[in-house]
């Protein structure tokens, strides 16, 4: 890593990030035959989920805009029902061996701190904008 300095990050951001990484990390190990299948799913949703958090953040929104206001809740939603489809692979993944107890449990704690943060991101972009 560089030394440069990071840019600060709505709590989400890093929460994912690290969501992220641990998935990628985790499931270069999972056995072959789950690669093309659970894994790919995994990893996909979590890039995904970062993905559809920053696109939400880069929409302005104005106040008495409410397509833009509606467009950036619409990603917040698509990022938190993949967050939950992310947890249910997770699940799978442990049931089918694929993964570890260890390695579903921090799946699982980072799942539920992902969405509690975009839930808390959520209501307050609606309260800002009521």
Do not use: H
Not at 44 to 64: H, P, Q, S, T
Not at 85 to 105: G, R, S, W
């Amino acid at each position: 890593m560089n030394n440069c300095r990071p840019q600060s990050e709505l709590s989400i951001v890093t929460k994912a990030k690290e969501l992220c990484s641990y998935i990628i990390t985790v499931t270069q190990k999972s056995p072959k035959q789950f690669r093309f299948t659970i894994v790919t799913r995994l990893q996909n949703l979590a890039l995904d989920i970062i993905g559809e958090i920053y696109k939400a953040n880069d929409v302005f929104v104005n106040r008495g805009d409410f397509n833009a206001l509606n467009f950036r809740l619409s990603l917040q939603r698509e990022a938190m029902t993949n967050i939950k489809l992310l947890a249910y692979y997770a699940e799978l993944a442990l049931t089918m061996n694929a993964i570890l107890m260890k390695q579903y449990c921090q799946i699982a704690k980072l799942t539920t701190d992902c969405q509690n943060l975009l839930g808390a991101w959520m209501n307050s972009d609606r309260r800002r904008w009521q």
